[in-house]
């Protein structure tokens, strides 16, 4: 009786042994899984507003009295915020930057550069 009950209770641990082992290839697995679905996509060229540009911005948002700044032609947290309220009231999407759409709708011309993307 002795000499079965040992077997089972080795059967047991040396079972839990090989559950834990599988356990931890599994995590390893899905965890290189995941790293390879993140490899970074390369970006295009980054859409920047020129210093005429934003102060001509600001100079709108400040006659639509969505910003009470100076026109600096600097994007600093103010002129944001104005432009998040310029976004909203216009239904555009609601980033805080000077990006392609907003520059359009504002009526400011854009580069040659900035058209092309």
Not at 6 to 19: A, D, E, K, Q, Y
Not at 26 to 51: E, H, L
Request: charged fraction near 25%; charge should be positive; hydrophobic fraction near 35%.
């Amino acid at each position: 009786m002795k000499k079965i009950l040992s077997i089972i209770l080795s059967l047991l641990f040396v079972s839990s042994i090989v559950l834990a082992g599988q356990n931890a290839n599994r995590s390893t697995t899905t965890n290189n899984s995941t790293t390879a679905a993140k490899t970074p996509r390369k970006r295009g060229p980054v859409f920047r507003a020129n210093k005429d540009q934003v102060k001509q911005a600001q100079a709108i948002l400040k006659q639509r009295g969505f910003y009470a700044g100076e026109q600096t032609g600097k994007l600093d947290a103010d002129t944001r915020a104005g432009l998040k309220k310029y976004q909203a009231a216009e239904n555009l999407k609601v980033t805080g930057t000077l990006n392609k759409a907003t520059l359009e709708k504002m009526g400011i011309t854009l580069t040659d550069k900035q058209k092309d993307m």
